[in-house]
């Protein structure tokens, strides 16, 4: 029933961007639609059940004629969305990896790997994805996201963490503030830690990230239980890369881990003032 169900919107989908085609309207993509879109691979729809993506997003209050920017798009999971969502009437722009970075950089192979398989598959699919930009965000070198006031939503899924070990998270959100018009969005959803865990498990406590962002002027503006887990018991030995999708640990407990899901994560909403 669900995969029926499932291809009859498609169907529609398709045949609403077929009639906009035809006279010659630019179709306003709803976010159960981008959800939808043929440009998904099957592994990463399997995670909606995870990540929510409808409902994150429209938490967020991403519509199809927003200008959005989005963190560290790693593996291109949320860029798959985002990207035929803005097409036509806003603008994605990927805040990605540098992909050629100096060698005293030392920067991870695994994102120089990711940085330019992103830019490979907006290339690829610049027949759907065209007006996607990309911008290289590789702090504390790279730290603009673009001309200031010049975005509508600026997003960030499970990076928070990264940035706080790193030293470097207070002038990742000043960036963020920075490229906000007055009234814009940031959106945050990171693996949310138990009071006292370490960074380097992964997850981050929610009061410390909402200090931050208050920190770079931000409000608060509303939390979100979409993407919580209470089955996520944050105890593992190798920190939240123990649970899918990375399941550290290979085959040993994997049916456990399956079970539990991915982790438990805080999603939360900030804004930025019309006066700082």
């Known amino acids: 029933m669900y995969f029926k169900?499932?291809?009859?919107?498609k169907l529609l989908v398709a045949g609403l961007v077929s009639w906009a085609g035809l006279t010659g309207m630019a179709h306003a993509m709803t976010l159960e639609e981008a959800a939808l879109n043929s440009l998904r691979t099957p592994a990463n729809v399997e995670r909606d059940q995870y990540r929510h993506p409808v409902e994150t997003l429209s938490f967020f209050g991403v519509k199809d004629?927003?200008?959005v920017v989005e963190f560290w798009p790693g593996g291109g999971w949320y860029t798959e969305i985002l990207a035929p969502l803005l097409n036509e009437n806003g603008q994605y722009v990927a805040a990605n990896f540098e992909t050629n970075p100096a060698?005293?950089?030392n920067s991870p192979a695994y994102r120089?790997?990711?940085?330019?398989a992103l830019e490979g598959w907006l290339e690829t699919h610049a027949d759907k994805v065209g007006n996607a930009?990309?911008?290289t965000f590789d702090p504390p070198h790279k730290t603009s996201l673009g001309e200031s006031?010049?975005?509508?939503?600026v997003l960030t899924f499970r990076n928070m963490h990264n940035w706080a070990m790193a030293g470097q998270a207070e002038m990742v959100l000043s960036a963020a503030f920075d490229v906000l018009k007055p009234g814009g969005v940031f959106g945050v959803v990171e693996h949310r830690a138990k009071p006292g865990m370490s960074l380097k498990s992964g997850y981050m406590e929610e009061n410390e990230v909402i200090r931050l962002a208050k920190a770079a002027g931000f409000v608060l503006a509303d939390k979100s239980e979409v993407n919580a887990n209470p089955r996520d018991t944050k105890d593992y030995a190798d920190g939240v890369w123990t649970l899918?999708?990375?399941l550290r640990k290979g085959?040993?407990?994997?049916?456990r881990y399956l079970a539990i899901g991915e982790s438990d994560r805080m999603t939360l909403k900030f804004v930025k003032p019309a006066e700082r």
């Open 251 to 255: 085959d040993t407990d994997k049916a």
């Open 112 to 116: 120089i790997r990711l940085g330019k």
């Open 65 to 67: 004629n927003l200008t």
């Open 133 to 135: 930009k990309t911008v």
């Open 5 to 9: 169900e499932n291809m009859m919107k």
């Open 244 to 246: 899918p999708p990375s």
């Open 149 to 153: 006031g010049s975005a509508d939503v």
């Open 103 to 105: 060698p005293e950089a």
